[in-house]
T-cell receptor, first 113, second 116 residues
Framework: GESVGLHLPTLSVQEGDNSIINCAYS??????FIWYKQESGKGPQFIID?????DKRQGQRVTVLLNKTVKHLSLQIAATQPGDSAVYFC????????????FGSGTQLTVLP | GAVVSQHPSWVICKSGTSVKIECRSL??????MFWYRQFPKQSLMLMAT?????????EQGVEKDKFLINHASLTLSTLTVTSAHPEDSSFYIC????????????FGNGTRLTVT
């Protein structure tokens, strides 16, 4: 879930296991959500997105679930690999014209050998 | 390959000097560019939104006279940190998208600024 303050939530998983990263959002008007992966010293990299008229979307090894009732988003990574170690952010797109992205606090995923 | 190029990737400057960071869209026309700031172990915080040919819109708490943004062309936006101080040391990231409202947002690889 969301964290407050300077410390990122962390998640450690064994290689090959599935990972679930959670995110809560507060703006019920948000209609588009994106998961990003950020490796150390790099910019965010798009993983998968979902619109508010959907509750599930699948990509290659990744699935995003959206629960609008409780304003909750999750990212599931199947068969987690060492290369999946990174910080994962959920982001919501707000506004009809400016379409600004607001990022959640992020989760540090560490894949253990 | 990268569709948004950010330069430099890192810079070290002395306190009181100014630093310019460039953000270029490589194969599309970026009508809107966003500048973010990220402190270690924290999320990206939007600093300002710039539209080509007009003044940037700054987020609350961001000093427009300190962080000068210029978006003079459809492929280039610059962020100048003026009279930099050590507390301005951070990771600065730009993103860009095209004219359509459903255009994807592409991120640069960030610039690590260290002010000594």
């Amino acid at each position: 879930g969301e964290s407050v303050g300077l410390h990122l939530p962390t998640l450690s998983v064994q290689e090959g296991d599935n990972s679930i990263i959670n995110c809560a959002y507060s703006n019920s008007a948000s209609d588009y959500f994106i998961w990003y992966k950020q490796e150390s010293g790099k910019g965010p990299q798009f993983i998968i997105d979902i619109r508010s008229n959907m509750d599930k979307r699948q990509g290659q090894r990744v699935t995003v679930l959206l629960n609008k009732t409780v304003k909750h988003l999750s990212l599931q990574i199947a068969a987690t690999q060492p290369g999946d170690s990174a910080v994962y952010f959920c982001a919501e797109l707000i506004g009809s014209s400016a379409r600004q992205l607001t990022f959640g606090s992020g989760t540090q995923l560490t894949v253990l050998p | 390959g990268a569709v948004v190029s950010q330069h430099p990737s890192w810079v070290i400057c002395k306190s009181g000097t100014s630093v310019k960071i460039e953000c270029r869209s490589l194969d599309f026309q970026a009508t809107t560019m966003f500048w973010y700031r990220q402190f270690p172990k924290q999320s990206l915080m939007l600093m300002a939104t710039s539209n080509e040919g007009s003044k940037a819109t700054y987020e609350q708490g961001v000093e427009k006279d300190k962080f000068l943004i210029n978006h003079a062309s459809l492929t280039l936006s610059t962020l100048t940190v003026t009279s930099a101080h050590p507390e301005d040391s951070s990771f600065y990231i730009c993103s860009a998208r095209g004219a359509r409202s459903d255009s994807p947002l592409h991120f640069g690889n960030g610039t690590r600024l260290t002010v000594t």
